[in-house]
């Protein structure tokens, strides 16, 4: 049985916006543990906060250069992420995927970088919606994912495969 939201997403609007960047090649995804902000300790792509006239793909890409040292070549829109918080304010995630770069992941102030094959992601470590798109993502294709969040825990989940997003973004 399909539990009803407890949001009501038709009105749902965050006051965060966001990014993700992943790096896939050969097998392997590059991952951050985050040494500070929200998820501190955590392992997931690197990103953050939109910057005011900044569009979410150049935010991918500044974020990951300032946390990682490195520019991602050609990175792609796969997904959207919708986080209703219970104790932070709400974000809009884009989620962004790239296959190359240049320069050498290093670690900064904000981010520990960790390679893992994709078959050992360590969902354990990392947000509990991950599971449920970030196999999605490896695959390539495109998704919107909707999850209520009580403290650390998703309490609710929708998941959408095969969005089509705009050119560009």
């Given at each position: 049985?399909?539990?009803?939201?407890?949001i009501d997403w038709s009105t749902w609007s965050a006051p965060v916006h966001a990014t993700l960047m992943f790096v896939v090649r050969e097998g392997r995804i590059l991952l951050i543990e985050?040494?500070?902000?929200?998820?501190?300790?955590?392992?997931n792509g690197p990103g953050g906060?939109?910057?005011?006239?900044e569009t979410p793909?150049?935010?991918a890409m500044r974020e990951t250069e300032e946390e990682l040292l490195i520019r991602v070549k050609d990175p792609v829109k796969l997904g959207e992420l919708h986080f209703a918080m219970s104790d932070v304010p709400d974000i809009l995630c884009h989620v962004y995927r790239a296959g190359d770069f240049d320069g050498v992941?290093?670690?900064?102030?904000e981010a520990v970088p960790l390679w893992f094959a994709t078959a050992d992601i360590p969902y354990h470590r990392m947000w509990s919606d991950d599971r449920?798109?970030?196999p999605v993502m490896l695959e390539?294709?495109?998704f919107l994912g909707r999850f209520a969040f009580t403290g650390d825990?998703?309490?609710w989940n929708q998941l959408v495969t095969d969005v089509e997003w705009p050119e560009g973004e």
């Open positions: 049985m399909i539990r009803p939201s407890p985050k040494k500070r902000g929200l998820g501190a300790g955590k392992i906060k939109i910057d005011p006239g793909r150049e935010c992941p290093t670690e900064t102030d449920y798109w970030l390539g294709r495109t825990d998703v309490s």
